[in-house]
């Protein structure tokens, strides 16, 4: 197939099944970011019930990043991967303190800033910037390997970055891209409902999901939300209500700690955001009727 067949085939499918997302109704840097964060590792259905009232809450980098990292948290809550939204939160005040509060539009600046890595920097650029960036995602994985790589196995991301390259639609990046995005998804959801083999499964760095239900990070959610809820929170509480073995609740505690969700200076442990990276602004959240104390022993064990 000729690169010229193939983009005619991509953008035919495109006129007639492209998908509406409230995201592609903007070029505004910030929503675009905002969005392809929330997308990391999420589906587009769960994204859209959490979008809009994020960016009505949170409408520029400016606000962003003046806010409580608990009030981002919350508005975080049930999207999952509460990571990014302390990711966000870092990025957006690294884009207020080094860059006027204006998201810059090269490839290697975006890629140092917290949350940010190559393929969601290449899809920034292409979404907020139309800028002909080649990245590589899960559905555009799934569609170069359709196409490219029939019956082949152990599909690796460099061979198919080298196509994506050539192919892209240098006059109009953004909407070749989503067109991509919405073939994907439909090879995708074909696979499902006929059983077929998903491309995906033949690529080099397919991962099976972990199941969610009864996971660590099924947990690592609950306790975030049971600490954001309340002034303090002892182990015990929380034993009681997730009906879990301490052992286990204090090393996912100690991993959100890790993370940068909880610090503090001796017992009194609060909610922080800014975690361990030492180039984004560090900024910790005081203990309010929100903002979470954990009462803790020393060398960091949580203790009742």
Same mark, same amino acid.
């Given at each position: ?188 959801? &074909?696979?499902? #409902?006929?059983?077929? !083999? ?5 690529? =080099?760095?397919?991962? /099976?999901?972990?199941? $969610? +239900? ?25 034993? &009681?209500?997730? #009906?879990?073995?301490? !052992? ?5 505690? =100690?991993?959100?700690? /890790?993370?940068?969700? $909880? +610090? ?41």
């Amino acid at each position: 197939m000729s690169d010229k067949q193939f983009r005619r085939i991509i953008m035919d499918y495109y006129r007639r099944h492209g998908r509406s997302m409230p995201w592609r109704k903007t070029k505004d840097p910030y929503r675009i970011t905002v969005s392809e964060i929330m997308l990391q590792q999420t589906q587009v259905a769960r994204v859209e019930k959490y979008y809009e009232p994020f960016v009505r809450r949170f409408p520029d980098f400016k606000t962003l990043a003046r806010a409580d990292a608990t009030d981002v948290l919350q508005a975080w809550a049930g999207l999952g991967y509460n990571r990014r939204a302390l990711s966000l939160w870092r990025l957006a005040g690294a884009v207020v303190e080094k860059y006027y509060g204006c998201l810059p539009c090269h490839r290697a600046v975006l890629e140092s800033l917290p949350g940010i890595g190559t393929a969601t920097a290449g899809s920034i650029m292409a979404f907020a910037f139309n800028a002909p960036e080649p990245f590589i995602e899960t559905n555009i994985r799934r569609v170069f390997i359709h196409f490219f790589f029939p019956g082949k196995k152990n599909v690796r991301d460099a061979s198919i970055a080298a196509i994506v390259a050539r192919t892209v639609d240098r006059e109009n990046p953004r909407e070749w891209y989503w067109a991509l995005m919405d073939y994907g998804a439909m090879l995708g959801e &074909r696979a499902i #409902k006929k059983g077929t !083999e998903n491309p995906n499964m033949r690529s =080099a760095h397919y991962k /099976r999901q972990p199941k $969610f +239900s009864g996971s660590d990070r099924e947990l690592r959610g609950k306790i975030l939300r049971i600490v954001l809820a309340r002034k303090k929170v002892s182990t015990d509480l929380l034993v &009681r209500e997730l #009906k879990q073995p301490r !052992e286990r609740l204090e090393k996912i505690i =100690a991993g959100l700690e /890790r993370d940068g969700f $909880f +610090s503090g200076k001796g017992k009194s442990f609060a909610v922080v955001a800014g975690g361990t990276d030492r180039s984004a602004p560090r900024r910790t959240v005081r203990a309010t009727p929100v903002a979470s104390a954990i009462n803790k022993k020393p060398r960091a064990r949580i203790v009742s």
